[in-house]
């Protein structure tokens, strides 16, 4: 498996790309495969179709090079059509039933407190979120969340879509979408609340 | 306000969406109540902890399968 070369002039590799070098198509999809399968991975959930949605969304974006214009990035033109690719992918499958969550969410006792005394994280998030093993904590806890809660927060919060797109594509109605999106925040907390709590408290 | 009321309302004060009294409400019971303050504060940690986490950086996602190149590339020349 060769690793992804770098590229550090664009807008030759698109000169490249429009002139139909074939070295070029290859540079991009080995320079850009890896991140793209990795965002197609994170919405659709399986392997099998995230290689659908990038080997779908690669052919996609070569067929419309003559729409890619030079002041835009090339990776962020390639990440668009990729996530409209995986949104694709979500709308023609069928609905699964929602799986629980309950364990992940905060409990409460009878008077209406937590039952939980939440130990603080001490270190501000950018501090932490600089360190790769906890960038890894984090994506491997967004994977372990039950599908259809990943599947809302990953286009909420980390693709950015707005409540509406998101309802839409999965076919909920907006208030689902935000109850959906706010438990599976909630669950990710208490997912990442064993590694990110300060070891004195 | 109970804490129960408030992890309820998160989304919507994180957001801006929860209307004027229920935010002095909010914010009067998180000035009294720690834990929930701890709360909130993590809330918001894993939500851009969930961003950055994902943001674009090839190295960290893995490479992309070699057959998969191929894949591409062959089906490109078939189009």
């Known amino acids: ?201 | 306000m109970k804490c129960r009321e408030l992890a309820e309302f998160l989304n919507d004060y994180v957001s801006g969406e929860l209307p004027a009294e229920s935010r002095a409400h909010f914010e009067f019971h998180l000035s009294k109540c720690k834990n929930c303050h701890a709360y909130l504060v993590q809330y918001e940690v894993t939500i851009k902890a969930g961003k950055i986490a994902c943001d674009e950086m090839s190295d960290e996602m893995g490479p992309m399968p070699d057959e998969l190149v191929k894949a591409v590339l062959a089906a490109r020349l078939k189009t």
């Open chain 1, 1 to 201: 498996m060769a690793s992804a070369t770098p590229v550090d002039d664009e807008a030759t590799l698109v000169a490249q790309l429009k002139a139909g070098d074939e070295a070029a198509f290859e540079q991009v999809v080995r320079a850009y495969g890896g991140r793209l399968l990795a965002v197609a991975r994170r919405i659709v959930g399986t392997e099998e179709d995230a290689r659908d949605v990038v080997q779908d969304a690669f052919l996609n974006a070569f067929r419309s090079l003559d729409r890619f214009e030079g002041n835009a990035k090339l990776s962020t033109w390639l990440h668009r059509i990729v996530v409209n690719a995986a949104l694709m992918k979500l709308r023609t499958r069928k609905r699964k039933p929602e799986q629980s969550i309950e364990t992940l969410l905060p409990a409460f006792l009878d008077d209406g407190h937590h039952e939980e005394r939440f130990k603080s994280w001490d270190e501000p998030v950018d501090k932490m979120m600089e360190r790769a093993e906890n960038r890894e904590i984090v994506r491997k806890q967004i994977d372990n969340l039950p599908e259809s809660y990943r599947t809302v927060l990953v286009l909420r919060d980390i693709e950015g879509l707005d409540t509406e797109e998101t309802a839409n594509v999965l076919g909920l109605s907006v208030n689902a979408t935000k109850i959906r999106l706010h438990r599976a925040r909630q669950a990710l907390r208490t997912l990442l609340a064993p590694h990110f709590r300060s070891a004195v408290s």
